[in-house]
């Protein structure tokens, strides 16, 4: 051992023996040639304040595109019940046949349409108690969403058609049919006399598949789903919540107490299809196909 370690050294010192040592002057970069170079930094952090609560947010410059399955998800549970409850959750789906998908992509049958999303992000709200809250979320996400959800504490941004053709914004209700966010089991349309009771509702159960988007014009006549900003999970501490910034700036959203899931879509559907025997069909979530009720 101690011939190959003395043999090792002298071949480091033949080595700098050998080659040349090169000095070279350091010069500042003009702004014309910093102007040429572009790049994005792996992370960004950003500071905000709303008066209520300081931010910070962190924002990861990456992209992803994925399809996952999940068997059972219970978060929040406490007090005898939970602030979202859904079994065989999916992020992501597969082409049952040939042709156009949401994203105005054509995909083969069998092939992956996957959830896509990009500058993922963590943001914590702080008062002078500490942490009030902190969500994870990402700067843009596009794809479906399904489950067979029977809580959820949160918003669903989808547009419902009633009999005569108006087109409202979904509301959550209780079991009772009251409007409610918090650990809600129906969806539907807000009674126009009494918005805080439903004229219509149906069991969460029965949206079983959802496109995670924005409504936008594809030029044909029809419409696309495009990128959200929108689409996070919040974690809050108090009764009064946390009203979290869109990364954008365009929006804001009052989350309440507890886990609060922020879903908006790009869909408009009939009334009529969620309060029917099906609901809202599921797509295909696993390779082999269990059909549009799936279990």
Known sequence: MKHHAYGCAALVMFCLAVVPVTHAELKPISDQTLGEVTGQAFMQVENLADGVHDFTRMTLGMDVETRVNIDDVKVGEIDGGSDFAATHLALGHIARQDGVQYNGQTYMQGETVPFEASKPFI??????????????????????????????????????????????????????NQATNYRATQIGIADSANPATCSECASLSKVQSLFVGTAQDDGAGGTVTGFTDDFFIGFQRDDAGVKWQSPDGANVINAGKGVFINLPTSMTVDMSQLTGPSGLPRLQTHQADMGTQLF
């Open 123 to 176: 943001e914590l709200a702080e008062d002078a108690s500490g942490l009030a809250g902190f969500r994870m979320g990402f700067g843009q996400a596009r794809g479906s969403a399904s489950s067979l959800t029977s809580s959820l504490s949160g918003n669903i941004g989808l547009k419902l058609r009633d009999s005569a053709g108006v087109v409202h914004d979904a509301a959550l209700f209780d079991a009772s």
